[in-house]
T-cell receptor, first 117, second 111 residues
Framework: DAGVIQSPRHEVTEMGQEVTLRCKPI?????LFWYRQTMMRGLELLIY????????DSGMPEDRFSAKMPNASFSTLKIQPSEPRDSAVYFC???????????????FGPGTRLTVL | KQEVTQIPAALSVPEGENLVLNCSFT??????LQWFRQDPGKGLTSLLL?????REQTSGRLNASLDKSSGRSTLYIAASQPGDSATYLC??????????FGTGTRLLVSP
């Protein structure tokens, strides 16, 4: 298995531009997570999906952020408009079907390093 | 609100030493606790997962313990090697797969 795939690996953009990050989870996994990692705040959960349905988006910082999962093999995280404070590493993770009590290991992608100038 | 703290923030040891990384959490109502490793520029790799009903888990030279009532976990690394150099993160599962991560311990093992 190729693991969780994220693209692009690096993104540099100017303030005000739209940014779209992409994620392909491990085949067969039914839960997908988007995280953001910064030096100041560490690793934070932004949103997670179960069976393509957003379950909890309480970590999404503001309306400029949106996430979709149109099918089981693809998800996007969009920032519009982007701001310098959005600069961070964004990780996608997926997990396999379990008992529903949240006991499954999460497998992380390599991340997308976003720089907003 | 669950808060997870890791001590020390950084650790430097010579090769061959046994070492302990600490993780503490404020709310004992957790489903499990995971230890991850993160290499520079890379994603996270899960090392060990301890269910809330378990006391410890072992994998090779790694041993993780959990004391849920006191809100503590330790990761013990035996006979450290330069290849163990990385940042180690603990994360508690607060329910429905939501992970709250600690601040991490940056480990450097010198040859």
């Amino acid at each position: 298995d190729a693991g969780v795939i994220q693209s692009p690996r690096h993104e540099v953009t100017e303030m005000g531009q739209e940014v779209t990050l992409r994620c392909k989870p491990i085949s067969g996994h039914n839960s997908l997570f988007w995280y953001r990692q910064t030096m100041m705040r560490g690793l934070e959960l932004l949103i997670y999906f179960n069976n393509n349905v957003p379950i909890d988006d309480s970590g999404m910082p503001e309306d400029r952020f949106s996430a979709k999962m149109p099918n089981a093999s693809f998800s996007t995280l969009k920032i519009q408009p982007s701001e310098p404070r959005d600069s961070a590493v964004y990780f996608c993770a997926s997990s396999s079907p379990g008992t529903g009590t949240g006991t499954d290991t999460q497998y992380f992608g390599p991340g997308t390093r976003l720089t907003v100038l | 609100k669950q808060e997870v703290t890791q001590i020390p923030a950084a650790l430097s040891v010579p090769e061959g030493e046994n070492l302990v990384l600490n993780c503490s959490f404020t709310d004992s109502a957790i489903y499990n606790l995971q230890w991850f490793r993160q290499d520079p520029g890379k994603g996270l790799t899960s090392l060990l997962l301890i269910q809330s009903s378990q006391r410890e888990q072992t994998s090779g030279r790694l041993n993780a313990s959990l004391d849920k009532s006191s809100g503590r976990s330790t990761l013990y690394i035996a006979a450290s090697q330069p290849g163990d150099s990385a940042t180690y993160l603990c994360a508690v599962n607060t329910g429905f797969q939501k992970l709250v991560f600690g601040t991490g311990t940056r480990l450097l093992v010198s040859p």
